[in-house]
């Protein structure tokens, strides 16, 4: 019952955020990561089941500098190369003002994406489906739905960044496979988070890892735009 609460939960969120209530996307992402680790305690789970436990603090803070300052070499040097450069080139991120974008870096992905995507996916559902299954049946339901979580935002992939325009074109059927790839994707990222969260008992290096990717991938993405985006 508290599983499928769970997920009836991330299905409001998710349209709210991505259809009935765009403009208030921090505010719901933070009412509902609230909403499941309330839930969470109501089935039973201790903040240490939750990677929020204070013994794993400074384990995860030093695995997520580490996540944090990979992620940013990687960038740089795929910025640096003309080859992947493209990869950068998102209209999404190079039409933000410097107001937009210091929101959008600070803001909206640590308060909003990072902390519903990693309280829900790798906190509360991780956990519940671990006490019940084991962590391999958890990481492989957190990841799946994790996946399914970025249908909605993928679609647009094709028409905002170069890259992605490149590989699948702009037709419909462009569009199915480029939202496809960013499921795939997506959920072995979401693999790759669970490992990250289970070896360390800590939420801390996936949140590191997310936001680095997120925020950083923005930086990098508004600056590519004026720089090279022509």
Same mark, same amino acid.
């Given at each position: 019952?508290?599983?499928?609460?769970?997920?009836?939960?991330?299905?409001?969120?998710?349209?709210?955020?991505?259809?009935?209530?765009?403009?208030?996307?921090?505010?719901?992402?933070?009412?509902?990561?609230?909403?499941?680790?309330?839930?969470?305690?109501?089935?039973?789970?201790?903040?240490?089941?939750? !990677? $929020?436990?204070?013994?794993?603090?400074? /384990? *995860? =803070?030093?695995?997520?500098?580490?996540? @944090?300052? +990979? &992620?940013?070499?990687?960038?740089?040097?795929?910025?640096?190369?003309?080859?992947?450069?493209?990869?950068?080139?998102?209209?999404?991120?190079?039409?933000?003002?410097?107001?937009?974008?210091?929101?959008?870096?600070?803001?909206?992905?640590?308060?909003?994406?990072?902390?519903?995507?990693?309280?829900?996916?790798?906190?509360?559902?991780?956990?519940?489906?671990?006490?019940?299954?084991?962590?391999?049946?958890?990481?492989?339901?957190?990841?799946?739905?994790? !996946? $399914?979580?970025?249908?909605?935002?993928? /679609? *647009? =992939?094709?028409?905002?960044?170069?890259? @992605?325009? +490149? &590989?699948?074109?702009?037709?419909?059927?462009?569009?199915?496979?480029?939202?496809?790839?960013?499921?795939?994707?997506?959920?072995?990222?979401?693999?790759?988070?669970?490992?990250?969260?289970?070896?360390?008992?800590?939420?801390?290096?996936?949140?590191?890892?997310?936001?680095?990717?997120?925020?950083?991938?923005?930086?990098?993405?508004?600056?590519?735009?004026?720089?090279?985006?022509?």
């Amino acid at each position: 019952m508290w599983i499928t609460l769970v997920v009836v939960v991330l299905g409001a969120a998710n349209a709210l955020i991505n259809w009935l209530a765009a403009g208030w996307y921090v505010p719901v992402c933070a009412a509902a990561a609230a909403l499941l680790v309330l839930i969470a305690r109501r089935d039973g789970l201790t903040w240490a089941d939750l !990677g $929020l436990g204070a013994a794993s603090v400074r /384990r *995860g =803070l030093r695995w997520g500098l580490i996540l @944090a300052g +990979a &992620v940013l070499t990687v960038y740089l040097v795929g910025l640096a190369v003309p080859f992947t450069r493209d990869a950068f080139l998102d209209e999404r991120a190079a039409g933000l003002s410097p107001g937009q974008l210091v929101y959008r870096v600070l803001v909206r992905v640590p308060l909003g994406t990072v902390l519903l995507e990693e309280i829900a996916f790798r906190g509360v559902l991780w956990a519940m489906v671990e006490r019940r299954r084991g962590p391999m049946w958890a990481t492989a339901v957190s990841s799946v739905l994790f !996946g $399914l979580w970025h249908v909605q935002p993928s /679609r *647009g =992939l094709t028409r905002s960044n170069a890259a @992605a325009e +490149a &590989v699948f074109g702009t037709g419909p059927a462009g569009v199915v496979l480029s939202v496809a790839a960013a499921v795939v994707g997506t959920a072995l990222a979401g693999v790759l988070f669970c490992e990250l969260r289970r070896r360390s008992d800590s939420l801390i290096p996936p949140v590191a890892l997310h936001c680095a990717l997120n925020s950083a991938g923005y930086t990098l993405a508004w600056a590519a735009g004026r720089w090279w985006g022509g």
